[in-house]
């Protein structure tokens, strides 16, 4: 079992920022990436970033290229999403996730957090 723990969300104005952090505890060893994903009402959940564990490389949806930036911290056993530049079409409930492959699709990620409301006030 894995356990994710996401924190930091929150309501911030048009064009301000925002920082979430995932940690994850219990049988990680197994982890190939972390993913964040987002659900805002009436829609489906969609990939936002991801981040191999490993080896560090990153993928981003377009909708957030050059806003949002995915790290890890390997000791911490957490990941983080610094989210800048924040527009009207990013509320929504976060989520991280965890998958022992590499991908976009939600039905890769077999552990799931409980989720953090970003809201963006214009």
């Known amino acids: 079992q894995v356990q994710l723990v996401e924190s930091g969300g929150g309501l911030v104005q048009t064009g301000g920022s925002l920082r979430l952090s995932c940690a994850a505890s219990?049988?990680?060893?197994?982890?190939?990436?972390r993913g964040w994903f987002r659900q805002a009402p009436g829609k489906e959940r969609e990939f936002v970033a991801a981040?191999?564990?490993?080896?560090?490389?990153?993928r981003y949806a377009d909708s957030v290229k050059g806003r949002f930036t995915i790290s890890r911290d390997n000791a911490k056993n957490t990941v983080y999403l610094q989210m800048n530049s924040l527009e009207p079409e990013d509320p929504a409930i976060y989520y991280c996730?965890?998958?022992?492959?590499?991908?976009?699709?939600?039905?890769?990620?077999?552990?799931w957090g409980q989720g953090t409301q970003v809201t963006v006030s214009s």
């Open positions: 996730a965890r998958s022992g492959n590499w991908g976009t699709e939600p039905t890769l990620y077999d552990y």
């Open positions: 219990g049988r990680t060893f197994s982890t190939y990436a």
């Open positions: 981040i191999a564990w490993r080896g560090g490389s990153t």
